[in-house]
């Protein structure tokens, strides 16, 4: 599968080879580059400046994962369950504390398929912890039937035993189903450490004519892994607003930050912009790429995910940040009226503005920066303190937010607090976590 790219490769690594670049320096600059090309597409630039970034990047990136497949054969083989080399790009080089994973043989082969309506879903392969499982697997079918879309999915035990929390995201993208055959990967979160080796998946999915179910049971072989804890209990100061770390959790997928809010603090505080492990090398371990990036206890508790380090041996340890996404609590809401379609209070950027009820959705007009990626409601609370949730959240052209809000009766005027808002405070932050 890799010889015609081996060969390409080998002539560019053969003028690179001359070049004395630290293997550290190298994969630095193969995030740095990521993160460039990341912002480089919010920011929309020219096509062209894109693509130059996008290719060099990925030179360095191939280069790095050929020599990793000569090298470690768990990644030889997780490679070689993938078809495409852009998907083995990201698979491997995207997120620090997966590839570590693979590395350390956590990537198990499954390869089980089931075939419906002349459509056929395999399970690829699994990298799995006590607390997290990511499935990777593919999709064929002949394309005579439109799109094949996954809807949402569950996941039991043996004989359909259920588990404690398990929390599920689609990764497919919407470009994916145009195409008969494509992968994509399937992330899973327990809420607490589950021991279980057989597994039952129900992966629904719909085309243009009808919709159906895979029920595919697989199997996994445990690691001997274990929590990592470090209790921490230091509190920090930014811009008057207190911070707790309460402890942080390392496992082979992830590292789990217990972050606590000081009720009295002026602020709400949305989220933490640059949270990162930071080793004594300067090497970085930032937010998680597979599943999820936070678990919202309440207003003022949150657990934030990063990648992990849970294989790397650090003579010292230190967890830092210095930008959190912030704004007084007396402003952090929209007030809006869905029968007069007024809106009766905002920040005084004053962004939104009421544009119409439609078919059980709302749409507001917004002027917040475009390079805001942020779903900035998730829920509202209506006259008489009935809180419910937004089903559906989305934007047109950026110009315009839709809500869709749930069927039920509820009563004028609705109160949205935000999840995230563009403003910011800042300060410098280290806290040592050298056991």
Do not use: C
């Amino acid at each position: 599968m890799f010889e015609n790219e081996e060969e390409k490769l080998n002539e560019l690594r053969k003028h690179l080879e001359h070049v004395d670049i630290p293997q550290g320096e190298l994969e630095g600059a193969i995030l740095q580059g990521l993160e460039r090309a990341k912002r480089e597409k919010q920011m929309r630039r020219t096509k062209r400046k894109r693509g130059f970034w996008i290719l060099a990047i990925s030179a360095l990136v191939l280069i790095t994962l050929v020599t990793s497949i000569r090298v470690s054969p768990a990644i030889a083989n997780a490679v070689a369950s993938f078809p495409g080399m852009e998907k083995l790009v990201s698979l491997i080089h995207d997120d620090k504390g997966f590839n570590a994973a693979i590395e350390n043989d956590y990537y198990q082969e499954i390869a089980k398929s089931q075939t419906q309506n002349g459509i056929t879903l395999t399970i690829d392969g699994v990298v799995s912890d006590h607390q997290q499982m990511l499935i990777f697997y593919s999709i064929e079918h002949d394309g005579t039937k439109g799109e094949v879309r996954p809807q949402a999915p569950r996941i039991y035990g043996e004989n359909k035993k259920k588990l404690p929390g398990a929390s599920m995201s689609l990764n497919a993208k919407p470009n994916d189903y145009q195409h008969s055959n494509y992968s994509s990967r399937l992330e899973i979160s327990f809420e607490e450490p589950i021991q279980e080796e057989k597994f039952e998946l129900m992966m629904p999915f719909e085309n243009d004519e009808e919709a159906f179910e895979f029920e595919i049971p697989f199997e996994i072989t445990r690691k001997n892994d274990s929590v990592k804890t470090i209790i921490v209990n230091e509190t920090v100061t930014i811009e008057g607003q207190k911070i707790t770390v309460s402890d942080v959790n390392i496992t082979p997928l992830r590292v789990a930050i217990h972050i606590e809010k000081d009720p009295k603090n002026s602020m709400r505080i949305f989220n933490f912009e640059d949270l990162a492990l930071q080793n004594e090398k300067g090497e970085e371990w930032s937010s998680a790429t597979y599943g999820f990036n936070s678990s919202i206890l309440s207003d003022d508790e949150e657990i934030i995910y990063l990648q992990s380090n849970y294989f790397d041996q650090p003579k010292r340890l230190t967890l830092t940040f210095s930008k959190l996404q912030a704004m007084p609590k007396d402003e952090a809401f929209i007030t809006i009226d869905t029968d007069k379609k007024i809106i009766l209070n905002q920040p005084h950027e004053n962004y939104f503005s009421f544009q119409n009820v439609l078919n059980g959705r709302v749409g507001l007009g917004s002027n917040v920066p475009e390079d805001f990626h942020f779903e900035l409601f998730s829920r509202f609370v209506d006259h008489n303190g009935k809180e419910s949730y937004i089903q559906e959240w989305s934007h047109n052209g950026g110009k315009e937010l839709i809500m869709k809000l749930p069927t039920e009766s509820y009563e004028n005027p609705l109160t949205l607090p935000f999840s995230f808002y563009p403003r910011w405070i800042e300060g410098r932050v280290e806290i040592d976590l050298t056991e």
